[in-house]
């Protein structure tokens, strides 16, 4: 008799009911009253809707991932300029599957599931795909239409030097020492960004919180660390140009006095940008990990994008110099800095979902008794 009663609650019944071998009709107790279903049958049945929806998630995010790809194809990411009617098509197909998702998470929601984390996934990859998708888009604009607008028209005139924009095509008319890296590291780190992303989407919670400005903030230092290498290289230029009328035949001198001021500049600034890192260090040790670490490995990582890299999207020329009139040209290359705000761009997206999967603090053990 005493295991009547466990094995009744088992079943949903009562002990009466299991030695009479009858049980109510389905959905009604002994009173004739509605029956509750018993929490295991509950517990099932949200694990089973949870579950269901972690699919319609997965779906999406691989809907995102083949697009965010095609995206990225589909422009100059891969040192191709495509239509825009492929980014226009990219868009509708992802705007179909979002609101399929948007749905399905409506019909479990009537159903009782709380859906805020779906929904938050699907929020973060709205942003992701629609910054890559403007990103393509401006893109296409600069090269298709601004760019042609500019190139026919001198910004300005510096004695000898005319000051000029230019397509360049990174890919083919930069003859910089850093070229080949500059223009392939765009297809692993979009790889590496899809990947992160999608493992920062399946670890999703509601304490999962982004910070952009612990990815944003550390750019400033490069940009002003490359703006005073160029600075210094114009300069240098400034300084040995001859006048109209005198005839330049050193011209070699010239090129090496411009190289050795960007070498100065670059030491002095990459000099500088390494003990920010320390600091970022120092500040995360004595701060017991307040200070995000990712600031400091993109504060580097931007660094070698931006300073080394200055003679990419900023050509001073000088063998014209050689006739008594001739001139020259400082040409801002369209091409190079769009590779470098690229590379910027996938190195800060990755930074940002990377720094969302922080490690959540471990519960203080319980005092012994």
Avoid at 68 to 82: D, E, H, K, T
Wanted: proline letters at 6%.
């Amino acid at each position: 008799m005493t295991l009547l009663p466990p094995l009744a609650a088992i079943l949903g019944l009562t002990v009466d009911e299991l030695l009479a071998g009858e049980a109510p009709p389905a959905g009604e107790s002994e009173s004739g009253a509605p029956a509750e279903p018993p929490p295991e049958a509950r517990l099932a049945s949200q694990a089973y809707l949870a579950d269901r929806l972690g699919s319609v998630d997965d779906k999406l995010l691989l809907a995102a991932v083949l697009l965010l790809l095609a995206a990225a194809y589909y422009g100059s990411l891969f040192g191709q300029m495509s239509a825009l009617h492929n980014l226009v098509i990219g868009m509708v197909a992802y705007i179909t599957c979002r609101v399929w998702h948007g749905k399905q998470c409506d019909r479990f929601a009537v159903l009782g599931l709380d859906t805020t984390v779906s929904r938050r996934r699907a929020r973060t990859a709205d942003r992701l795909f629609g910054i890559v998708w403007a990103v393509k888009l401006l893109l296409w604009w600069v090269f298709n239409w601004l760019a042609w607008l500019l190139s026919a028209n001198e910004l300005g005139l510096i004695v000898r030097y005319r000051i000029i924009i230019s397509i360049g095509n990174v890919n083919v008319d930069s003859h910089h020492p850093w070229l080949l890296f500059y223009s392939m590291a765009t297809v692993p780190l979009l790889l590496a960004l899809t990947a992160v992303f999608a493992f920062s989407y399946r670890r999703m919670e509601r304490e999962t919180r982004f910070r952009p400005l612990a990815v944003g903030l550390p750019l400033l230092p490069a940009l002003l660390g490359a703006g005073a290498v160029g600075w210094h290289r114009l300069q240098a230029a400034l300084a040995i140009m001859p006048d109209y009328g005198e005839e330049f035949t050193d011209q070699d001198a010239l090129g090496q006095a411009i190289a050795d001021a960007g070498q100065a500049a670059l030491t002095a600034a990459a000099a500088v940008l390494l003990v920010l890192t320390a600091v970022l260090l120092i500040l995360r040790r004595v701060t017991h990990g307040r200070m995000p670490l990712v600031s400091a490995a993109l504060l580097a990582a931007y660094a070698v994008i931006w300073l080394p890299s200055v003679a990419l999207w900023m050509d001073i020329g000088y063998e014209n110099f050689s006739s008594p009139y001739g001139t020259e040209e400082i040409t801002i290359q369209l091409g190079g800095l769009a590779t470098l705000l690229v590379l910027t761009a996938l190195c800060a997206g990755i930074g940002l979902f990377a720094d969302s999967l922080r490690r959540k603090p471990r519960p203080s053990a319980a005092p012994a008794p």
